[in-house]
């Protein structure tokens, strides 16, 4: 027995940074705030996968599927073994860990796919925007969480898998997958580090990576592209923000409903609010709007025609979705899922003088007046530092003043 190199450099490479990548979709997949990050991470994935494929073919020879080409039977039959306490070693991959790799490397292509279509759907954003439409991205979704759920058991499984085989055989082959030695026989095949192909292959997957990223994310800006950003100046930050689509406007509604407040765009509400709203504007919330017939009624078309109904944005389907059906509700603030999303914001955060309201908000979405309400424009304001107890009394008096603006 000697020292042996088995697990060549980029294997290795490959084996961890697929890993963290798993974790880091893992722990960004919630809320929005890391969708960017999350994003990046299922792109790097797909990209690290088709290298694995790649490297299966001309890699050194434990990295090769042809030392690992094991069928389910095969690993159900080792697993017995294990299970008995007796079973062989294998320097290389065992049928277990072969088939938990096969089920892994084609996850993440599920994984990845269904991932981009979903975004494309929930967000209209990247590559596949504009495929599918807010309500028919479902089942997409369910088979991209569903598939994350597979992946993490498969992981687990894989995972006391090593430990049990690193007990059995009093080896610890954790270990080996960082320095990529073993002991093995002395005409075991040694593997060639290649730290020269590692280090190309990785400069080449992050420089592809990072621009395609970059490209597929930004590329519903304008639809024309990333260099139209660079041109116009807005490109030069890492990540890119999620930019909505530019959504129909219209002056005189601008002119008229922002005169007292920020417009509150259309996609915010159903038609049917629209309606109640513009038939008992003498009591809009303690005013009398007062507007003349041809007014109220342009107005009103504007409102109906890019109403929550018409899912032109994602908010707009899932404020849709969360309101009973005969509820006309008058307030955004009051519906089901803007309730929902805004639970976790600390009582703080709408103290802050810079928000003071619910309904202020731009305060947090800087492309509300566009009415997109994209992840990537949301930024809660840092309170500014309270100068004295006098700046705390004015903001709660600001605070209470501005509900009746
Ligand atoms: C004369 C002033 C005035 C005008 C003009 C006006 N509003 Fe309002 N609006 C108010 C006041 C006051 C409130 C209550 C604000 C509060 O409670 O914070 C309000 C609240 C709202 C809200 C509820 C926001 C929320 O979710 O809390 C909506 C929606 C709204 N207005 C839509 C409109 C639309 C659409 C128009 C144009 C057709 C319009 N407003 C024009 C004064 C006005
Ligand atoms: C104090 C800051 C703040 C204010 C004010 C605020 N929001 Fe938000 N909003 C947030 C935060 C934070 C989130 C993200 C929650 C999450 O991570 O899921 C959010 C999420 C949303 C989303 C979901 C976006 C998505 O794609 O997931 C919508 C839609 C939205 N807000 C609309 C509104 C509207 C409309 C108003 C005004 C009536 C408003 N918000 C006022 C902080 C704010």
């Known amino acids: ?199 190309l292959m990785l400069l080449a997957m992050l420089s592809f990576g990072g621009w395609w990223f970059y490209y597929a994310i930004d590329r519903a800006i304008d639809g024309q592209g990333w260099h139209v950003k660079l041109e116009k100046g807005v490109g030069e930050e890492p990540h890119v923000k999620f930019v909505g689509k530019q959504l129909p406007d219209n002056k005189l509604w601008r002119d008229e409903c922002g005169a007292c407040h920020a417009v509150f765009y259309p996609a915010l509400l159903p038609a049917r609010s629209w309606e109640k709203m513009m038939a008992e504007q003498d009591k809009h919330f303690g005013s009398d709007l007062g507007f003349d017939q041809a007014t109220t009624d342009e107005i009103l078309k504007f409102m109906v025609d890019n109403s929550a109904d018409k899912h032109l944005v994602e908010a707009a389907f899932k404020i849709e979705q969360s309101i009973p059906k005969e509820a006309s509700p008058q307030r955004i603030t009051e519906t089901p899922y803007w309730i929902n999303k805004h639970r976790e914001i600390a009582t703080s955060d709408w103290a802050n003088p810079l928000v003071k309201t619910k309904n202020n908000c731009a305060a947090c979405h800087a492309d509300a007046d566009d009415g997109t309400y994209e992840d990537g424009a949301m930024r809660i304001p840092k309170a500014p530092k309270p100068v004295a107890s006098a700046a705390a009394g004015t903001a709660s008096a600001a605070t209470a003043a501005s509900s009746k603006p």
């Open 1 to 199: 027995m000697q020292r042996t190199l088995i697990w060549d450099l980029p294997t290795r490479l490959f084996h961890w940074t697929l890993a963290s990548c798993f974790a880091i979709a893992w722990l960004t997949s919630d809320g929005d705030r890391w969708h960017a990050v999350h994003v990046f991470a299922g792109y790097l994935m797909l990209g690290l996968v088709a290298f694995r494929v790649l490297w299966g073919f001309v890699g050194s020879h434990f990295s090769r599927f042809a030392t690992f080409w094991f069928g389910p039977f095969e690993a159900i039959a080792y697993l017995k073994e294990v299970a008995k306490g007796h079973a062989a070693r294998h320097v290389g991959h065992n049928p277990t860990g072969s088939v938990a790799i096969y089920i892994l490397l084609a996850m993440t292509v599920v994984v990845g796919f269904s991932g981009i279509v979903t975004m494309g759907g929930d967000e209209q954003q990247g590559l596949a925007a504009g495929w599918f439409s807010f309500a028919q991205i479902g089942l997409l979704k369910k088979l991209h969480e569903a598939g994350a759920m597979l992946m993490l058991l498969v992981v687990a499984g894989h995972v006391t898998g090593v430990i049990v085989e690193s007990l059995q055989h009093k080896e610890n082959l954790a270990r080996s997958m960082v320095t990529g030695y073993k002991q093995a026989d002395a005409n075991t095949p040694q593997a060639t580090a290649r730290p020269l192909v590692a280090v």
